[in-house]
Structures are given as structure tokens and as C-alpha cells.
């Protein structure tokens, strides 16, 4: 619905800024509160820059890729990532154990990875 208000940039931020009250209202249902200044900050700015690659493309013909675009986007999500990292932390998100073992895909797959060694020794070591 922003696209129709505000165009191409109003779509991609509205679509950011509702992620971020999601993420942001997934903790406040955890229990744990809320912490917009942190995380729904975080999407805000990946949502702003969405749109600074799209300007550079549109004003330089250039996409943004490569290694050049890659530390770029390293840069910006590791700064405004650790927004984000930080509000999780004092909300206790990182320690919180949101969901059962059970369903819990990484847990599984590190008992196949488990289980295959036991089988067939370690992948990467020299025999």
C-alpha cells in the first residue's frame, strides 16, 4: 500500500518498517518487551539501503556486486546489525530458548552431522 502513496521507495520501506514491527512484536509476544530503537530500526535500514543501491544503480548505470558490493553490504548490515544484536541481548532474546528441541532444524542436522562421523570419520580430516 506505500508503493501506491510514495512510489517505489514508499513499497520497499513500508515493507521494511512492518517487517521490523513484526520482529519487534515476536519479542514483546516472547515476554521479553519491545525494543523498536533497536530492532525495527535495524529493517528501516536495510530498507534504506535497498534504496541507496537502487539510486546508485539508477544514477550510475553500475549494480551494485562484486567485491566492492559485497564489503558494502557487509559494512551496512554489521553496523545496523549490531542495533539489533544489542536490543536482542537486553532483552534476553539470545539466551531464550524460543522453541522445543523438537522443532529445532539446526539440532537435527547436527546429530546427522554427528552420526556420519561416527561412521565415516571427520570430512576434512588427513588420513
Do not use: N
Amino acid at each position: 500500500p506505500a508503493a501506491k502513496l510514495f512510489g517505489r521507495a514508499g513499497g520497499v520501506l513500508g515493507a521494511f518498517i512492518v517487517s521490523g514491527i513484526m520482529h519487534d512484536f515476536g519479542v514483546w509476544g516472547a515476554g521479553m518487551g519491545t525494543d523498536s530503537a533497536g530492532i525495527t530500526l535495524f529493517f528501516v535500514m536495510m530498507g534504506v539501503g535497498c534504496m541507496l543501491e537502487f539510486f546508485w544503480q539508477q544514477s550510475t548505470g553500475v549494480k551494485v556486486r562484486g567485491p566492492l558490493g559485497w564489503t558494502w553490504a557487509m559494512v551496512w548490515m554489521f553496523f545496523w546489525g549490531s542495533f539489533i544484536v544489542d536490543a536482542w541481548a537486553r532483552k534476553g532474546v539470545i539466551i531464550s530458548k524460543m522453541s522445543p528441541d523438537s522443532a529445532r532444524p539446526a539440532l537435527y542436522w547436527i546429530k546427522v552431522v554427528e552420526k556420519w562421523i561416527s561412521l565415516y570419520g571427520h570430512p576434512f580430516k588427513q588420513t
